[in-house]
């Protein structure tokens, strides 16, 4: 049976999805510490829809951390120097920013925090100072 070659998703997924779909695929258990979830129905066309939010942070262990929150129809990326939104649906090159509200920011960083709180409390600590309390005010 197998996979279709080259077969896109067109729904969102995100990098923590890859190890339990591929542990899926391979007829292994996923790990329950593992935040990610299989997306095999969704590569087999049983389910439609993808993630809701996927999160991506750069420069973790820097001074100028930056973190996107990303859905199917908007982006917003927050950062030391300043945040920027995109409505995807209009503009999915990212070319124009939009004006980020602090309602915006404020719920794009608070649910960083969460999922950061979420995996320290499944993962090794990360070293002293890293993550929360560097994220851009």
Do not use: N
């Not at 935040?35 to 439609?48: A, N, T, W």
């Not at 915006?104 to 499944?122: F, I, M, N, P, W």
Request: charged share 30%.
């Amino acid at each position: 049976e197998g996979l279709d070659k080259g077969k896109r998703i067109g729904s969102q997924v995100g990098l923590i999805d890859v190890a339990p779909t591929v542990l899926e695929l391979a007829g292994l258990a996923s790990d329950t510490r593992m935040h990610g979830q299989s997306m095999v129905e969704l590569i087999e066309g049983k389910e439609s829809y993808g993630r809701r939010q996927v999160f991506s942070v750069a420069k973790l262990w820097q001074k100028d951390v930056r973190f996107a929150v990303r859905t199917q129809w908007g982006k917003v990326i927050v950062s030391p120097q300043g945040s920027q939104a995109y409505d995807l649906e209009k503009d999915p090159s990212e070319l124009e920013a939009m004006e980020v509200t602090a309602t915006v920011e404020t719920g794009a960083q608070d649910q960083y925090r969460r999922l950061v709180e979420s995996l320290e409390r499944h993962q090794v600590q990360a070293p002293e100072g890293v993550v929360t309390q560097r994220l851009p005010k």
